[in-house]
């Protein structure tokens, strides 16, 4: 009995001593072996992790009892926070149309419980049944029905207008905004609305021109209402600057490298500051304006060597003529017309020019080399020649009075030295000339073969070959030309000079004269050849036959068929309908009847934009000039019940001449026709399909070749495209 005691209080003790560590080990127990730690003591105190369905860290202390695998550990640990563990939300109200329902969540750890509210699941509403009719004027009732909880709403409505076509009350322009309205067809309400501006038709207006040489101005000019954006400069084509690349600068550097004014490894595509530099030096040493910019003047110019020009034709003061400069390298030929202006500008070239530096060079002036070009030294050697004959200068123009005064100087202090040669003579000018008899030419000039000997028996420097027209030539008095200056003749005909000349074939002027000046070595005694003649022939001067032109304003065209050009990106549809921008608008080319049958070899025919000179003509079905198209000529055909002629080109198609470019609108009545893809059926559209037929046509190209539009009233009503090989 004692001992059943002993063993009760014994247990009662045990119990008593280990309750706060059971309580505990309900919710913690040591996650790692108890050898990992030390035994506490009251100077200490263990650190551990405790697990509740994960780690936790010791933050606060109480006194308490530790179970592990290795017995009882003690010492001062957490009371902790619970990680919460949350189970599934189920839901404990459900939500309706108008209140809000409730869910909550239970942690599986300590039981704590978590509530949320869902939101209202609001009206489910049916459709609208009308329980009273509208109109536009009188209003109507409609109810509908949530199906969730049979609520009813009901209201009152006005029905929609009955609206009929917009019709344009004022057309919109590039400065207005136009208006269209429509009207309800029950209650006759009118709505309006504005119609956007419609944009600037601009085309590009030049305010200067390009040349050559020298950049030009223009600006972007609507044509309706004249509104002008910034003028911009712009190059003429083929200019190049700092700045560019490419195989063309590429090209010009290679030029630049053979003349020696660029090293080899510049050409590399760039237009940098040496290519720059390199370019101002070669255009100071050519006497052109050394500004380093490839202008198409410079770039030709660099293109070949050329000698010096050659006169072709003589220039007049009322008639152009011609030259001709040949390269060294190749033997191309470059030639130039030679107009008669009233004033030579600085920077000008020209035969004119020309003849003006070698006779200040005979009367006494240096005025550089004889290249044509109107530099620095023929500026200043003018303005001393005006000095010296009490002329005013205009620094930078040569007027026709100050050209005049030179020539009149010129021709007297020849004539006062100018001694005819002979067989007797100490310098005897044998001069032959020798026209060319080959009738292949299609050039609308004789090429003239000359030739000077000297037959005296003193030296002499060959001075110049002269030309004039009449039937009593006097050289002293005359019109002249001087092409060669500078050979030597050496006596007893040693050798000569030769060259050839050019002169228009039908010159209407008289009998054509050539002669040749030579200044004796010993004395400088001026002598002139002897004169070789040819008769004028009078055939009737040549005629250019052109196509008829049209007087057209392509802003307001009369009604017709028009051939035209556009991209079928400019046809859009805006506020005021659908219109066509940037419009090339075309004729076909015509020839008068009268025209043709006069038509006769030697005269010259305007066809494709080009001008032939007529060297043969057959009449039959077809007129055929030149062997006809087939034999690189042309081809004109008389279609029936016409009055003319129209050009008949490769595939059959006509040539066409440009008349302006225009916006036209599109009349609502209008269709498009399509034919150009042979291997599908034609595609029609009427007033709304325009547009995207032409964006989904398989060919982009719409031009004066297959495309025209029909005018009425000054609106597209028809737009046809056909097939074109």
Not at 395 to 419: C, F, H, M, Q, Y
Request: aromatic share 10%; hydrophobic share 30%; net charge negative.
């Amino acid at each position: 009995m004692k001992k059943i005691a002993t063993a009760i209080f014994v247990l009662v003790l045990i119990v008593a001593l280990a309750a706060p560590a059971l309580a505990m080990r309900e919710k913690m127990y040591v996650k790692k072996d108890c050898n990992a730690y030390q035994e506490p003591d009251k100077h200490s105190r263990v650190t551990m992790q405790l697990h509740v369905g994960h780690d936790l860290t010791v933050t606060d202390y109480v006194e308490g009892f530790y179970q592990c695998r290795y017995g009882w550990v003690q010492g001062k640990y957490l009371s902790y926070t619970c990680p919460h563990k949350w189970g599934s939300w189920h839901t404990v109200k459900k939500p309706t149309c108008t209140q809000k329902g409730k869910k909550e969540r239970t942690c599986k750890y300590c039981g704590e419980v978590e509530t949320e509210s869902i939101k209202k699941t609001g009206h489910n509403w049916g459709s609208w049944k009308v329980t009273k009719e509208a109109t536009c004027t009188v209003q109507g009732t409609r109810k509908r029905t949530c199906k969730n909880c049979g609520e009813v709403e009901t209201e009152r409505f006005y029905a929609d207008h009955k609206w009929g076509n917009w019709n344009v009350t004022r057309e919109p322009t590039c400065t207005a905004k136009g208006q269209k309205e429509r009207t309800c067809k029950v209650c006759g309400k009118v709505e309006t609305r504005a119609i956007d501006m419609l944009p600037h038709d601009y085309e590009w207006q030049i305010t200067v021109e390009a040349t050559d040489h020298s950049a030009g101005s223009r600006a972007r000019v609507c044509k309706v209402c004249g509104h002008t954006e910034k003028a911009q400069s712009y190059d003429p084509e083929g200019t190049l600057r700092r700045g560019n690349k490419g195989d063309d600068v590429r090209r010009m550097q290679q030029l630049l490298v053979e003349q020696g004014y660029l090293n080899a490894g510049g050409a590399d595509g760039v237009f940098g500051g040496g290519t720059e530099r390199a370019l101002m030096q070669y255009q100071k040493d050519r006497n052109l304006n050394p500004d380093g910019i490839g202008w198409p003047q410079t770039l030709k110019d660099l293109e070949h060597d050329f000698g010096p020009w050659e006169t072709v034709k003589a220039m007049t003061r009322e008639e152009a003529g011609e030259r001709v400069r040949v390269c060294r390298g190749c033997g191309f030929e470059q030639r130039e017309t030679v107009e008669p202006g009233d004033v030579i500008e600085f920077g000008d070239r020209g035969e004119n020019v020309r003849a003006i530096q070698q006779m200040l060079k005979q009367a006494g002036y240096d005025a550089g080399g004889f290249d044509g070009i109107y530099g620095r030294k023929l500026d200043t050697a003018f303005t001393n020649f005006d000095a010296a004959h009490s002329m005013e200068f205009q620094k930078g123009k040569i007027r026709p009075v100050d050209v005049d005064a030179l020539v009149n100087s010129w021709l007297e202090s020849t004539g006062t030295t100018l001694t005819e040669s002979g067989i007797d003579s100490e310098v005897n000018l044998v001069l032959t000339v020798t026209p060319s008899t080959d009738e292949a030419s299609d050039s609308d000039v004789t090429t003239y073969s000359w030739s000077l000997y000297n037959m005296g028996a003193e030296d002499c420097m060959f001075n110049a070959l002269l030309l004039t027209f009449g039937d009593n030539p006097d050289f002293n008095r005359d019109d002249l030309v001087m092409v060669v200056d500078g050979e030597k003749l050496k006596a007893n005909s040693a050798n000569s000079v030769s060259g050839s000349f050019h002169v228009a074939k039908a010159w209407g002027e008289g009998n054509l004269n050539f002669a040749a000046v030579a200044v004796s070595d010993e004395t400088g005694t001026k002598w002139q050849s002897n004169v070789v003649t040819f008769e004028a022939v009078d055939e009737g001067a040549p005629r250019t036959i052109a196509p008829q032109s049209y007087d057209i304003d392509v802003n307001n065209l009369p009604d017709g068929i028009y051939p035209v050009a556009f991209n079928r990106g400019d046809v859009m549809k805006g506020a005021s309908g659908t219109y066509m921008n940037a419009v090339h608008i075309f004729t076909e080319d015509w020839y008068d009847i009268v025209d043709i049958d006069m038509l006769k070899v030697g005269d010259s025919i305007v066809a494709d934009g080009e001008t032939l000179v007529v060297k043969s003509i057959e009449r039959g079905e077809d007129v055929l000039i030149n062997g006809g198209l087939d034999e690189g000529g042309v081809t004109l055909t008389n279609p029936e019940d016409t009055n003319g002629y129209r050009f008949w080109g490769y595939d059959d198609m006509s040539a066409y001449t440009e008349q302006g470019v225009t916006t036209l609108q599109v009349d609502p009545s209008a269709t498009y026709t399509d034919s150009s893809d042979i291997e599908s059926d034609p595609v029609k559209a009427d007033y709304d399909g325009i547009v995207d037929a032409m964006l989904a046509a398989k060919y982009d190209d719409f031009d004066q070749y297959n495309t025209t539009v029909r005018i009425e009233n000054g609106r597209v009503v028809e737009i046809v495209r056909t097939y074109t090989p």
